[in-house]
């Protein structure tokens, strides 16, 4: 029987946990998907698969086998996605993650003009602010703001990702404009739930990197509504410019402790593939890079507390 049709029914059936499951997702029959991994076993001289009534486990052999085929998988999707980047237009559905605010404002009014570039591919776009496992859920790309952590993905910075303390000026006039750090205590300070700093806003200062210990009414897991309660006035927020940047330049919004500047944050569209990307998905990343850039839009003719 064909040896790599025997590594690929052995792996999609260990991704899928049953033979039923792999079988759709190859368009072959059970009976077939089984014969194929029993070929294989046969040809290795071992049992890679524990098949009960209930369930499929991978024995040790099995195990080393598999993680060592979904390589050669990928491998081979890779050289293929190569030469399809540089012979084919790019077609087919694009899956991309963002985050909820950035999705909505930002990425989905560009998409306009990406398809009048592409008309052959189509956007996927799921929003969410959890970070999203890439495999799982299926996704091809992901933009994630903040900083990155270790990982095997692949990621390209697309822009800088500014942010400003800033409140409301009848706020500011009815509990004072803060002049240093330590004047927050005395404010309504209101709190993004996903930041990693917790109660906590990282700035920094003429001395360096200091964390501002912060508390207030209000904590919230989406920041165009904390950005709304602190126009009507509720307390200061420490928010992105990519949200609060059109209220600063309307006076609805100004900006604190002008020598504290927040600690800056960067885009980034991350994906899959370590050598090779497929034609959609590299242009769509180099779109991405060529709109945002060095100086996003939403960052122009905003003054820099």
């Not at 039923?20 to 076993?41: I, K, N, T």
């Not at 996927?124 to 095997?152: M, N, P």
């Not at 100004?254 to 020598?259: Q, R, Y």
Request: proline fraction near 6%; hydrophobic fraction near 40%; include cysteine.
């Amino acid at each position: 029987m064909d040896r790599f049709l025997s590594i690929e029914a052995f792996v999609r059936v260990v991704e899928s946990g049953s033979f039923v499951s792999a079988a759709d997702r190859l368009g072959l029959s059970q009976a077939m998907v089984s014969r194929y991994v029993q070929d294989l076993e046969s040809r290795l001289g071992t049992r890679l698969l524990q098949r009960t009534t209930r369930r499929l486990s991978l024995t040790q052999a099995g195990a080393a086998y598999f993680e060592r085929s979904q390589q050669v998988l990928r491998d081979l999707e890779e050289m293929d996605a190569s030469i399809a980047s540089q012979t084919q237009q790019p077609r087919g559905t694009l899956r991309v993650n963002a985050p909820v605010v950035f999705g909505s404002r930002h990425l989905a009014s560009l998409l306009a003009e990406y398809s009048a570039r592409y008309p052959e591919v189509s956007v996927d776009l799921s929003l969410s602010d959890r970070f999203i496992d890439l495999v799982e859920e299926g996704v091809d790309l992901a933009i994630r703001i903040g900083t990155l952590e270790e990982s095997s993905l692949v990621a390209r910075r697309l822009c800088p990702i500014r942010l400003v303390i800033c409140g409301a000026p009848d706020y500011l006039a009815r509990r004072g404009r803060p002049r240093a750090p330590e004047d927050l205590a005395g404010h309504n300070c209101l709190g993004y739930t996903y930041t990693r700093g917790g109660n906590e806003w990282p700035v920094i200062g003429p001395r360096g990197p200091l964390n501002i210990p912060v508390r207030g009414s209000l904590r919230a897991n989406h920041g165009e509504a904390l950005c709304q309660a602190a126009i009507d006035g509720l307390g200061l927020v420490l928010q992105p410019t990519f949200i609060a940047g059109d209220a600063l330049r309307e006076g609805r919004l100004e900006a604190v402790l002008p020598d504290y500047r927040p600690a800056e944050l960067s885009a980034y569209a991350v994906f899959l593939s370590r050598k090779y990307l497929s034609a959609k998905l590299r242009t769509f990343v180099d779109y991405l890079a060529e709109k945002l850039g060095p100086e996003p839009y939403w960052d122009r003719g905003l003054r820099q507390p």
